[in-house]
Nanobody, 125 residues
Framework: QLQLAESGGGLVQSGGSLRLSCVAS????????LGWFRQAPGKEREQVSC????????YYTNSVKGRFTISRDPAKNAVYLQMNDLKPEDTAVYYC??????????????????WGQGTQVTVSS
């Protein structure tokens, strides 16, 4: 089974930056794409970004376009989310996720596809 571990969350002021990391371990030879979701208090989990290993397609939800950048290091089985110009509305728990493919409309996932444990991002105004 594939395991995902996030790091890099924290507290930052509005306009600041953070870089999240997610490292996959376990069944890393299984073909998968990685992405990021987030869940703010009282809200549903939403998809933020994903990266296609096959063709480099990336997906971003509209609210983060131009501010967040996803990248992948296949040698390290890792994916990163560089978050710039952070806003208080970006405050959430950020989860790394795996799925069979990242498409132009987001990460395709099935019920048993793995999640990371989450990392808290807090942006103060």
């Amino acid at each position: 089974q594939l395991q995902l571990a996030e790091s890099g969350g924290g507290l930052v002021q509005s306009g600041g930056s953070l870089r999240l990391s997610c490292v996959a371990s376990g069944r890393t030879r299984v073909n998968y794409d990685l992405g990021w979701f987030r869940q703010a208090p009282g809200k549903e989990r939403e998809q933020v970004s994903c990266f296609s290993r096959n063709d480099g397609i990336t997906y971003y939800t509209n609210s983060v376009k131009g501010r967040f950048t996803i990248s992948r290091d296949p040698a390290k089985n890792a994916v990163y989310l560089q978050m710039n110009d952070l806003k208080p509305e970006d405050t959430a728990v950020y989860y790394c996720a795996a799925g069979p493919a990242c498409a132009a409309y987001g990460l395709i996932r099935y019920e048993d596809d793995p999640w990371g444990q989450g990392t808290q991002v807090t942006v103060s105004s």
